[in-house]
T-cell receptor
Framework: RKEVEQDPGPFNVPEGATVAFNCTYS??????FFWYRQDCRKEPKLLMS???SGNEDGRFTAQLNRASQYISLLIRDSKLSDSATYLC?????????????FGSGTQLTVLP | DTEVTQTPKHLVMGMTNKKSLKCEQH?????MYWYKQKAKKPPELMFV???????INESVPSRFSPECPNSSLLNLHLHALQPEDSALYLC?????????????FGPGTRLLVL
C-alpha cells in the first residue's frame, strides 16, 4: 500500500458544484495533515491544515477519519479559480525523517 | 510576509555546465528544503537543512550539491547534469524542522538540461 494515495482524477465539474476528494494514508501514527493546491506550472500553496477531526475555511472543509485512515476535502460552490491539482500531504512523524509525504495529487477542472 | 523567493525562474544548461540555484526567505525560518518535481508528479524531497546544517540527503547524486551560507539563504549547485534532471526545483522553508510544520514553497526554478 502506498503511504499516501489519492484519486488522480481528473475531476471535471460545473461551476457551483460540490466536489469531494479522498486521500488515504498508511501510517496510523500520523497526527496532522495538510491539503496543498498547485496551479499549473506554479508552486504548491497551503490550503488547509487538519490537526483534529476536521477544519473548515469558507467553501472548503477538510475531514479526518482516523479509524479508516483517510482525509477528505470538500469544495462547495466551485469557482473557476478552484481549478488546480490538490495535493494531500501527510507528515512522516517517526524517527528522524520528519518529512512530508505527498500524494500524487487530484486534478480538478471547474467548467463554466 | 510568507514569501520564499527563488532565482532564476528558468534555466537552460548543457551537460558540462556549472550553475547554481538560489533560494531566500526572510521569515526567520530555521528549516529549508530542496524538492524536485517532474511533470504531473508530486514534489520529491532532496535535501533538508535545519539551523544551517544538512539534516537529510535523500540519496541525491553528487552532481547536486546544496549549500546553506546563512539562515536566510539556500543554494543548490549543479554540475554535469543529465537530461533526466530537467524538472521544476522547489525551495521551501518552515519555522522549524518538524513533521507538523507548515512548509512554504518558493515559485521554483524550471530547469532544462540539454
Amino acid at each position: 500500500r502506498k503511504e499516501v494515495e489519492q484519486d488522480p482524477g481528473p475531476f471535471n465539474v460545473p461551476e457551483g458544484a460540490t466536489v469531494a476528494f479522498n486521500c488515504t494514508y498508511s501510517n496510523s501514527a500520523s497526527q496532522s495533515f495538510f491539503w496543498y493546491r498547485q496551479d499549473c506550472r506554479k508552486e504548491p500553496k497551503l490550503l488547509m491544515s487538519v490537526y483534529s477531526s476536521g477544519n473548515e475555511d469558507g467553501r472548503f472543509t477538510a475531514q479526518l477519519n482516523r479509524a479508516s485512515q483517510y482525509i477528505s476535502l470538500l469544495i462547495r460552490d466551485s469557482k473557476l479559480s478552484d481549478s488546480a491539482t490538490y495535493l494531500c500531504v501527510v507528515p512522516c512523524p517517526s524517527g528522524s525523517a520528519r518529512q512530508l509525504t505527498f500524494g500524487s495529487g487530484t486534478q480538478l477542472t471547474v467548467l463554466p | 510576509d510568507t514569501e520564499v523567493t527563488q532565482t532564476p525562474k528558468h534555466l537552460v544548461m548543457g551537460m558540462t555546465n556549472k550553475k547554481s540555484l538560489k533560494c531566500e526567505q526572510h521569515m526567520g525560518h530555521r528549516a529549508m528544503y530542496w524538492y524536485k518535481q517532474k511533470a504531473k508528479k508530486p514534489p520529491e524531497l532532496m535535501f533538508v537543512y535545519s539551523y544551517e546544517k544538512l539534516s537529510i540527503n535523500e540519496s541525491v547524486p553528487s552532481r547536486f550539491s546544496p549549500e546553506c551560507p546563512n539562515s536566510s539563504l539556500l543554494n543548490l549547485h549543479l554540475h554535469a547534469l543529465q537530461p533526466e534532471d530537467s524538472a521544476l526545483y522547489l525551495c521551501a522553508s518552515s519555522q522549524d524542522w518538524g513533521a507538523w510544520e507548515t512548509q512554504y514553497f518558493g515559485p521554483g526554478t524550471r530547469l532544462l538540461v540539454l
